[in-house]
């Protein structure tokens, strides 16, 4: 019954940002881990940026220096800051946490970013 909600995506020029959120139903400390993930069409879904319950993130080298993931413990919200985005970046982009409990994989639904002039 754990549920991931994305938004923020849409349509931007290249050299644009946006910022994708993702709203927990329940408290993220509850997870071990949470991450995001995009997947183009046609392409196998990637990971693009993690962060552990002590708020220590990692990057893909593609997004490093253009994306900050980030998380905000007291509203249940983990964020993507993306700046300069460049038309490689198109794809849907995905939510993903890890429950504590139990081990299981909980996705978003996916929100859609579309780099493009």
């Known amino acids: 019954q754990v549920q991931l909600v994305e938004s923020g995506g849409g349509l931007v020029q290249p050299g644009g940002s946006l910022r994708l959120s993702c709203a927990a139903s329940?408290?993220?400390?509850?997870?071990?881990?949470m991450g995001w993930y995009r997947q183009a069409p046609g392409k196998e879904r990637e990971l693009v940026a993690s962060?552990?319950?002590?708020?220590?993130?990692n990057y893909q080298d593609s997004v490093k220096g253009r994306f900050t993931m980030s998380r905000d413990n007291a509203r249940n919200m983990v964020y993507l800051q993306m700046n300069s985005l460049k038309a490689e970046d198109t794809a849907v982009y995905y939510c993903?946490?890890?429950?504590?409990?139990?081990?299981?994989?909980?996705w978003g639904q996916g929100t859609l970013v579309t780099v493009s002039s």
């Open positions: 993903k946490a890890v429950t504590r409990s139990t081990y299981l994989i909980v």
């Open positions: 329940e408290s993220i400390f509850n997870f071990n881990g």
């Open positions: 962060i552990t319950s002590s708020g220590t993130a």
